[in-house]
């Protein structure tokens, strides 16, 4: 796989810095999670093909044994404040010494400067600071966060791996590692990088949810079906605009108003609920299926994976708990990724063989053990 051979310490978090490390993993990194101890389970579902090992980071030995695996990796990824690191000794400037090859990634939400540095949030409060809520939402509503997707995920995790792996590429010109300032704010803002450089020419000119991609065309919007589902309609371009107006049977209608007519989209929008409202989503998904209308059903995480296109393409995984989440992508064709597991690791069960990797004797394990600068998972055993 892509990352092979690649070795990296990820410090446990939630949703953004699991999410980096979910990725490296997939594509063949050797991602050792480090654990608190003392904790009966992780809240992390982003960990399959993890190994965890567990450290009481507030014991200088267990700081210590986080130091020895640092000096091996690739990569540390971390969750914590500004600061947090450099109070229990591992600040960068020390562990570049240890290894000038380290990439280390500091993913937080608004920098590793300025005024909000320090200050706690959420994916909510990072889009907010970012500008990106601001768009977000329809007409004379407040503005509607989707979820913790933009911040947590797009902005957090994937642009952090995706940090990861240019600070990679750089080091095999350079032989040297570098410090990452990866945070939600900037990453979101960077993701949005269209909505600015489209506000000028008229994509964005309008109110909030009032223009061409936010909701407020009635050709790009969802509607309601007769059995309480929906569909997507998509229906930019001119050429796929008339397929939506021919599968909705208005194709004959002299009086439809034409598609650009922006004062007479509220009629528009009007008689396409009033269709739409008219069949099932099976019976509409029937109508425009295959057919270049750009409509598709609005499916929840439990249909999505029976889709047709979805099953053809063996896209979602079964995990072995039985849960059903997506596989990796992008598709890489001579080294695709694949997980190397689908379970997610127990607290410490890796702890004895990722530290006997690092160097550890049996005897030091078991001292580390048991003075609590560590803990041994159930199934790792020495």
Known sequence: MALKGIRVIELA????????????????????????????ASMD?????????????????????LRKLCKQADVLIEPFRPGVLEKMGLGPKLLLEDNPRLVIARLTGFGQSGKYMNMAGHDINYIATSGVLGMLGRPGEKPHAPHNLLADFAGGGLTCAFGIVAALLERTRSGKGQVIDANM????????????ATKDVGLLSQPRGTNLLDGGAPFYDTYETSDGKYMAVGALEPQFYQELIQGLGLADDADFPSQMSR???????????????TKTRAEWTEIFDGKDACVTPVLTLWEAP????????QYFLETERGVIEPGPAPRLTRTPALPSSTAQPGIGQDSVEVLK??????????????????????????
């Open 45 to 65: 579902r982003l960990a399959r093909g993890k190994m965890s090992v567990a450290v009481n980071l507030k014991k200088q030995e267990g700081v210590s044994v």
């Open 357 to 382: 990797e690092a160097g550890y004797s049996e005897t030091e394990i078991t001292e580390l053990n048991a003075i609590g600068a560590i803990e041994i998972g159930d199934s790792s055993k020495l």
């Open 263 to 277: 004062d007479e989209w509220p009629v528009m929008r009007s008689k396409f609920t009033q269709i739409f409202a």
């Open 185 to 196: 704010l900037e990453g979101s803002a960077y993701v949005g990088s269209f909505l600015w």
């Open 306 to 313: 029976d889709h047709p296109h979805n099953k053809e393409r």
């Open 13 to 40: 978090g939630l949703a953004p810095v699991p999410h980096a490390g979910l990725i490296l993993a997939d594509f063949g990194a050797n991602v050792v999670r480090i654990d608190r101890v003392r904790q009966a």
